[in-house]
């Protein structure tokens, strides 16, 4: 509330009026400060508890360890995924290079067929799936 000032208040009777609920306004705020302590301290012990249990579980638990954030993860996906797909590339030209000097499967009459550019993707999508699962069968 805003009080006037002292030199402004008419009577004494006003000011003593004015001068207790003042007072009481002070208490009030005081015990609202109070309380207010008191949760933060309730909130900063909680937290406290809160990573000693994480600090034990970590000590403990080795795959909790290794456990990431989402975006962590997702990042690691994202770079694993074009490793895989960098290393099916490879391993499939090697295999086109090796078609070309051992002979193509089928014979050299499926050499056209072999060399089309449609079965030249599936073939890196094969390739690419081969890596990841191999490296997930390798991390597990």
């Not at 995924?81 to 090796?98: H, N």
């Amino acid at each position: 509330m805003n009080y006037p000032d002292p030199e402004n208040i008419p009577s004494a009777e006003r000011q003593r009026r004015l001068y207790v609920q003042a007072v009481e306004e002070i208490k009030a705020l005081r015990s609202e400060v109070k309380a207010e302590n008191i949760v933060g301290k309730e909130s900063r012990a909680e937290l406290l508890e809160t990573r000693k249990e994480v600090k034990k579980v970590k000590a403990t638990n080795k795959t909790f360890r290794l456990q990431l954030t989402k975006k962590e993860l997702a990042t690691k996906n994202a770079a694993n995924a074009s490793k895989f797909a960098a290393i099916g590339a490879v391993m499939t030209e090697i295999l086109y290079q090796t078609f070309d000097v051992v002979g193509y499967v089928g014979g050299s009459q499926w050499a056209d067929w072999w060399q089309a550019e449609q079965v030249y993707g599936v073939m890196v999508v094969v390739m690419t799936s081969i890596v990841g699962f191999m490296a997930r069968a390798a991390h597990e």
